[in-house]
């Protein structure tokens, strides 16, 4: 049983679009993450959002954690090249960190 | 500042052959330890964790083993490979003093053949 989902599953834009990517779960969770993983490497941890209907920003990413702490977004405003790779959530639930099923982004130059 | 090393990068092993991929962290005390294996381009397979030294906790049953002989030191082991172990593995940490965070290592790209 998969606890997060994560949609789309792929996704291929212009360099300029914007995007947003969803985390989505029937749970509730204490925290959520995002994480952005490059081929070959260790997924790189992006944010944290601990309280329901939290918003934070790193640069031109924009987080959210949903009011009920069940769900979570990730929009990119004006996506570049460097934006390319593969967008993981996780939320811990007791020892465990449970993963999303990942979004691989694609930005075309 | 705390880090975390895996080894090696990449390995190449014939099927039956054993296996010992090895994790530190450096910077803290008491972590929790993960090994995750990971299939291409997708999300993460959780093998074991660890909250302390010997104590081991089973995901997935397999021939994968874990063991944690220091308190900052995880060893994922195996005493015959399978074509299907091939795949990415990850080593993570959290920090003892927050429920939130999870750092991971650079990965072994372990192709058994």
């Known amino acids: 049983t998969q606890l997060l989902e994560q949609s789309p599953q792929f996704l291929s834009i212009q360099e300029g679009e914007n995007l947003t990517v969803y985390c989505n779960s029937s749970?509730?969770?204490?925290?959520l993450q995002w994480y952005r993983q490059e081929p070959g490497e260790g997924p790189v941890l992006l944010v944290t959002?601990?309280?329901?209907?939290e918003v934070k920003k790193l640069k031109r990413l924009t987080f959210q954690f949903g009011d009920a702490r069940k769900d979570s977004s990730l929009h990119i405003t004006a996506a570049q090249p460097g934006d390319t790779g593969l967008y993981l959530c996780?939320?811990?639930?007791?020892?465990?960190?449970?993963f999303g099923t990942g979004t691989s982004l694609t930005v075309i130059p | 500042s705390q880090t975390i090393h895996q080894w090696p990068a990449t390995l190449v092993q014939p099927v039956g052959s054993p296996l010992s991929l090895e994790c530190t962290v450096e910077?803290?005390?008491?972590?929790?330890l993960y090994w995750y294996r990971q299939a291409a381009g997708r999300g993460l397979q959780l093998l074991f964790y660890?909250?302390?030294?010997?104590?081991i906790s089973s995901e997935v049953p397999q021939n994968l083993s874990a063991s944690r002989p220091q308190d900052r030191q995880f060893i994922l082991s195996s005493k015959k490979l399978l074509l299907s172990d091939s795949g990415f593995y990850l080593c993570?940490?959290?920090?003892?003093?927050?429920?939130?965070?999870?750092?991971f290592g650079p990965g072994t790209r372990l192709t058994v053949l």
């Open positions: 749970s509730v969770f204490s925290s």
């Open positions: 993570a940490w959290r920090p003892a003093s927050s429920y939130n965070e999870q750092f």
């Open positions: 660890s909250v302390g030294i010997g104590q």
């Open positions: 996780a939320g811990p639930l007791g020892n465990q960190f449970y």
């Open positions: 959002v601990v309280t329901g209907g």
């Open positions: 910077g803290t005390s008491n972590p929790n």
